[in-house]
């Protein structure tokens, strides 16, 4: 929801919609935020939230959440 207003408020004024930015904690969250994500055509550069201090390895480590978001 909040995505689509500053979106909406972003166009009002004539700016670029804003850098979408995926949250969570396990992977399966991170792709459940980014298929929910009002977006129409996903952007080059996407952040990802929630990963400082967070392990490499594991099964909610780093490299696991680039790799299912690599394949959604």
């Keep these: ?5 500053c979106a909406r ?7 670029a919609p804003p850098m979408p930015v995926v949250q969570g904690w396990t992977p399966d969250d991170y792709r459940r935020c980014a298929d929910r994500l009002p977006v129409r055509a996903w952007p080059s550069l996407v952040g990802v939230g929630s990963v400082c201090r967070r392990r490499v390895e594991g099964a909610t480590g780093l490299v696991r959440i680039v790799e299912t978001l690599d394949r959604a």
């Design 1 to 5: 929801r909040l995505y689509r207003e």
């Design 9 to 15: 408020r972003a166009d009002d004024v004539g700016l």
